[in-house]
């Protein structure tokens, strides 16, 4: 009995082989990795899902002041004295009535005022004209309408005068080197995160049902990741969220409706979404939806929505749209019709019946017939210009259930 004692004892204390021990540290590892990934992904959501929440908010400030622009009113600054409105005669083929000119100037203005009150770049800052001279920025503080008047010698625009408003001089006075009169912009803020230093501005300084729109954030939705001194608003990943005013380039703004397969939609005609265009063009004044200098009938349909995109880089932290216009690169598809050197849409050279008039145009650059859309919305603001870079990006687009 003895040696079979000593034979199951053996057996007993025998261990692992090292073939066993590796088959188990793989299964082992093997696990860990899925648990690994799974706890990736969720915590990836997560992140995404109060990113989102910070979108949803930023998005309705945006929406509300956007909306109050409907009923602003507009004042002209008088033609000079004899002079003609309209411009042409009524036997010209560019004959327009004076109520069309009037609404296309009140539809430019309230553009430009948008752009004073909500800009998403630093070349939509307006600074005095003392110092536009001392730091050799652009002069123009004054836009041109397309309303005309005639006079001897060749036609006018009536211009409309807009001072900075109170909110734009807010946003430049934070801006601005304080109890500098004129004011005089801090060197260097624009160097990094500007477009999204100038978000917080624009929500900092908006109300939503009475209150400050600021109520609706809390303190780790805001940071300053530059530590320049300009706050932004911050995603779960602690990057800066940006946004654009007019993000006629981005893929998902074709329609934005909550039904979406509303036949209404789309004109059976021209294919474009009767909703393209603007909120505030209640009467369809648009220079691109007329003839041309060279008296073309074929317009320049604005195919895309204005409706504001704000986007977060995601996980990558590589955002994979155009925040900004590149003029050297945009091709001119009519003659005429250019970007003064700007790197916003708020400086379009357009050409009309009565001259070329410096325009902010959302649409920029617009498609011409027979070019189709894809020709140009590359250039386009809000442009995928990089989709490995995309692919994660979060936007109030995903979020509201706009589709490409």
Known sequence: MKPIQK???????????????????????????????????????????????TIRKITEVLNTRLQEYENTPVSFVAPIPGNAIPALATTDAGYEPATVLMERARL?????????????????????YATVQSQGMPTTTVRGTGLVSQSTGGFFPVFVQLGASNRAMRIMQKLSVPGTVPLVPIQGWETTNANSELLYLIVEDSTINGSSAMELFGRTEVGDTDNDGFPEFIDAYRRPIQ????????????????????PALIDPVTKVSRFSGDSIDRMKADPGLRPNAAGDSKVLIPDIGTFPLVVSPGADGVFGQR?????????????????????????????????TVPMPDPWYPRPRPPLSNSDLSIYRLGAVINPSAFKDDVTNFDINGAYQ
């Open 323 to 355: 925040f900004e216009l590149d003029p050297s690169t945009i091709p001119t598809p009519v003659a005429g019709y250019s970007l003064s050197g700007s790197r916003t849409v708020r400086d379009v050279l357009f050409p009309t019946p009565y001259g």
């Open 7 to 53: 034979d199951l004892k053996r057996r007993q204390l025998r261990g692992f082989t090292l073939v066993e021990l590796l088959v188990t540290i793989s299964i082992m590892a093997t696990v860990a990795g899925m648990f690994l990934v799974a706890y990736r992904g969720a915590a990836t959501e997560a992140s995404n899902i109060k990113t989102q929440s």
């Open 243 to 262: 946004w654009l005013r007019w993000p006629s380039g981005f893929p998902s703004t074709l329609r934005y409706h909550p039904d979406l397969l509303d």
């Open 108 to 128: 430019l203005a309230l553009r430009e005022l948008i752009c004073f009150e909500m800009p998403d770049h630093p070349d939509d800052i307006r600074w005095t």
